[in-house]
């Protein structure tokens, strides 16, 4: 029992980890989007 707790808590942090990789790389290619279009329109 103990052994799949653990096993639990660590595929959610796991998760976590993806998750806020993926929405931190998102940020980063928005910027870079953004970034691109500024530099178009000057």
């Known amino acids: 029992i103990i052994v799949a ?3 639990t808590l660590l595929s ?3 998760r ?3 998750a806020d ?3 931190d790389g998102g ?3 928005f ?3 953004v970034v691109l279009v500024w530099q178009l329109f000057e």
Do not use: S
């Open 5 to 7: 707790m653990a096993q």
């Open 12 to 14: 959610a942090h796991i």
């Open 16 to 18: 976590n980890k993806v």
């Open 21 to 23: 990789i993926t929405v």
């Open 27 to 29: 940020k980063h290619v």
């Open 31 to 33: 910027e870079a989007h």
